[in-house]
């Protein structure tokens, strides 16, 4: 059980940054893997990052691989995305999503794995 809350979306220029975060309650679990994902309108959802609580490694999907980064805070129990050198590809609604109780594998992108989403948080990129 738990509760996760995505913040900072919002409209950029193409080549603009924002730093998603997603903030966890209530969550029991001291080994997870936390995700993002996203989807377009008419696009199925899709996996952008993830990492685990235990920092054992990251993944990311191909079209973001070296303009995101994923991280996490431990002391507010929160984890983030940062995304660099936007796209208008990259428009869309952003969700983090827990998995209790695994390290992250090659498994990640599946989001009907994952317990708990958050509400999603809307990025837009304009050309």
């Known amino acids: 059980q738990g509760q996760l809350a995505e913040s900072g979306g919002g409209s950029v220029q193409t080549g603009g940054s924002l730093r998603l975060s997603c903030a966890a309650s209530g969550v029991t679990y001291t080994w997870n893997c936390m995700a993002w994902f996203r989807q377009a309108p008419g696009k199925e959802r899709e996996g952008v990052a993830a990492?685990?609580?235990?920092?054992?490694?990251?993944y990311f999907g191909d079209d973001v691989k070296d303009r995101f980064t994923i991280s996490q805070d431990n002391g507010k129990n929160t984890v983030y995305l940062q995304m660099n050198g936007l796209r208008p590809e990259d428009t869309g609604m952003y969700y983090c999503a827990f998995r209790f109780g695994w390290r992250c594998g090659p498994w990640w992108a599946q989001s009907r794995l994952y317990d708990i989403w958050g509400q999603g948080t809307q990025v837009t990129v304009s050309s």
């Open positions: 990492m685990d609580t235990r920092n054992t490694g990251t």
